[in-house]
Nanobody, 112 residues
Framework: QVQVAESGGGMGQHGGSLTLSCAAS????????IYWFREAPGKEREFVAS????????YTADSVKGRFTTSADRTKNTAYLHMNSLKPEDTAVYFC?????WGRGTQVTVSN
């Protein structure tokens, strides 16, 4: 069974950048794309972006398109969410998912 764990959250400044990591484990982790979600206080969890391990098409939500990108390094079993031009509305707990496995999330807080 695939397991994932997020890291890299913290404080960011408006207009700044942060990169989140999603470490995957399990014999078949490369069979499943990595999906990034976020959950802001009082809001439902929403899709942010996805990435494949094999260089396939990645997708980003309209709310982060042009600001967030994804990458994945199979040699490190790690996928990344590169967040640029941060906005206060990006403040949320960010989760990664592989197959049916979710991480515990990492908090991102963007100040004005």
């Amino acid at each position: 069974q695939v397991q994932v764990a997020e890291s890299g959250g913290g404080m960011g400044q408006h207009g700044g950048s942060l990169t989140l990591s999603c470490a995957a484990s399990g014999l078949t982790f490369t069979n499943y794309d990595i999906y990034w979600f976020r959950e802001a206080p009082g809001k439902e969890r929403e899709f942010v972006a996805s990435v494949t391990w094999h260089g396939g098409t990645a997708y980003t939500a309209d709310s982060v398109k042009g600001r967030f990108t994804t990458s994945a390094d199979r040699t490190k079993n790690t996928a990344y969410l590169h967040m640029n031009s941060l906005k206060p509305e990006d403040t949320a707990v960010y989760f990664c998912r592989s197959d049916n496995s979710w991480g515990r999330g990492t908090q991102v807080t963007v100040s004005n």
